[in-house]
Structures are given as C-alpha cells and as structure tokens.
C-alpha cells in the first residue's frame, strides 16, 4: 500500500524554523550569549557592540543564529528559558563546596553559582559575592554553617533573596528581597550559626544588566550625535 500521506522533510522543517519571527525573548536568549562570550574575552566590546546591534535589528530566528554560529555557548544553551525556580528539583550533591577552617574563602566576580552551593566557615569567614556573577539557573540555593565564623553572602538588587535558618549562641541574618521581574533569580540561603554569623544582604547599586536597555540608550546615543546640525 502506497502512503499518500506527505511527510516534512527535515531539512524543510529547519528551514521553516528558520524563518520564523523572532520573540523578544529570542532577542534576550541571543544577547545573553553575547554578553557571556563578551565577558569570556571572546569578543572584543566593538564586536559585542556591532552584533548586539543587529540582534535588535534582527527579523527571523534564523537571522539571530549568525551571530552567535562562532561561539561554543549556541551549541550549549537552547531556545528553552532558564529552568524554574520553583519545583525543579535539586543535586543530591553540591556543585561547589567554598570552606575556609581557620582561614578566608571567597567566590567573587563574574563565576557562574551552580544550583546548590555549600559553605561552611569553622574559625574562619567565607564571602560568596554574587552580584557580578553569571546565572545559568532560576534557583540558587546556598547551605551555609558557620561555627566560631562569618559566611556573607551579597546578591545583586533586583534578584529574589530568601532566609531560612537560626543561631545557636550566633546570628543569621537574611534581608529578605522580592524582585519585581517574575523572571528573576531567586537566591535562597539556609544555614545554622554556632558561635558563629551569617548574613545575606544586596549589594546596593549592583544590578543584573539588561543589555538590551543598555544597548538601545548607546543606540540612542548615536543617533543624537550622528544627527546632522541645521
């Protein structure tokens, strides 16, 4: 029996996705990659510049895949969001453990905070600085311990920042954040001090950056001083 029944070849069905308009939130996926390579050293500010300017510009998904074919992060990443915050389930162990016994441990700058991170801080302090870092997940969840130690933990301002936990003869301490992005990370710290401090604050001034505000103001920046004088 013939089958009549015409099937989509799939080099037609790539073409075709191709093709399609892109979302906004297309555009946000691409420019998250440009910013990660930009910050990698893998593109120069001239390049991130130019190629985040036609990402704006940018019609179809196809036209936004160029930008981003020479870079290892589009053969990683896919077009689905950042997972949940809520409900995704978590590693049975920590991606990274940051401990410091009788000394300093600190995480800073523009590192990227697996799902569970671990710190224990026994006569000694450990600061976990996340408001320059890279986020892959919806959720960051820190357990913290500290006997006869400091954990610090900052977050950027317009991330969700939660507490749960106690002191024993110590303090812990959360100033709980609530982001007004529903999309925004969420940071939970847990933890137990003994002897000991916790904290978790905002970084004030500190902001995940939006890079397509950032981009259309220097956009705009152009304009008014590429505007001819009457």
Same mark, same amino acid.
């Given at each position: 029996?013939?089958?009549?029944?015409?099937?989509?070849?799939?080099?037609?069905?790539?073409?075709?996705?191709?093709?399609?308009?892109?979302?906004?939130?297309?555009?946000?996926?691409?420019?998250?990659?440009?910013?990660?390579?930009?910050?990698?050293?893998?593109?120069?500010?001239?390049?991130?510049?130019?190629?985040?300017?036609?990402?704006? =510009?940018?019609?179809?998904?196809?036209?936004?895949?160029?930008?981003?074919?020479?870079?290892?992060?589009?053969?990683?990443?896919?077009?689905?969001?950042?997972?949940?915050?809520?409900?995704?389930?978590?590693?049975?162990?920590?991606?990274?453990?940051?401990?410091?016994?009788?000394?300093? =441990?600190?995480?800073?700058?523009?590192?990227?905070?697996?799902?569970?991170?671990? =710190?224990?801080?026994?006569?000694?302090?450990?600061?976990?600085?996340?408001?320059?870092?890279?986020?892959?997940?919806?959720? *960051?969840? @820190?357990?913290?311990?500290?006997?006869?130690?400091?954990?610090?933990?900052?977050?950027?301002?317009? *991330?969700?920042?939660?507490?749960?936990?106690?002191?024993?003869?110590?303090?812990?301490?959360?100033?709980?954040?609530?982001?007004? /992005?529903?999309?925004?990370?969420?940071?939970?710290? /847990?933890?137990?001090?003994?002897?000991?401090? @916790?904290?978790?604050?905002?970084?004030?001034?500190?902001?995940?950056?939006?890079?397509?505000?950032?981009?259309?103001?220097?956009?705009?920046?152009?304009?008014?001083?590429?505007?001819?004088?009457?």
């Amino acid at each position: 029996m013939v089958d009549l029944q015409k099937r989509p070849e799939p080099a037609a069905t790539a073409a075709a996705a191709t093709e399609m308009r892109a979302s906004d939130a297309d555009r946000d996926r691409i420019a998250d990659i440009l910013r990660e390579a930009l910050a990698e050293g893998r593109l120069t500010a001239d390049e991130h510049a130019e190629r985040v300017e036609g990402v704006l =510009a940018a019609k179809t998904v196809g036209e936004l895949d160029v930008f981003i074919r020479d870079l290892p992060a589009a053969h990683r990443r896919t077009h689905a969001p950042l997972p949940p915050a809520e409900g995704a389930p978590l590693p049975a162990d920590p991606d990274d453990n940051v401990v410091a016994v009788f000394s300093s =441990a600190v995480r800073k700058g523009r590192w990227r905070p697996g799902r569970r991170v671990h =710190a224990y801080a026994v006569f000694g302090s450990v600061e976990i600085d996340l408001s320059e870092a890279l986020f892959e997940y919806r959720q *960051v969840v @820190i357990r913290a311990v500290s006997v006869f130690g400091h954990v610090d933990v900052r977050v950027p301002e317009n *991330v969700s920042l939660r507490g749960t936990g106690g002191g024993v003869l110590g303090s812990f301490e959360v100033d709980h954040l609530d982001a007004e /992005d529903p999309e925004a990370p969420v940071v939970r710290l /847990d933890g137990w001090a003994v002897l000991g401090s @916790i904290e978790g604050r905002a970084r004030r001034g500190k902001l995940i950056a939006d890079i397509l505000d950032r981009v259309h103001r220097v956009m705009a920046d152009k304009g008014l001083r590429r505007r001819p004088e009457r």
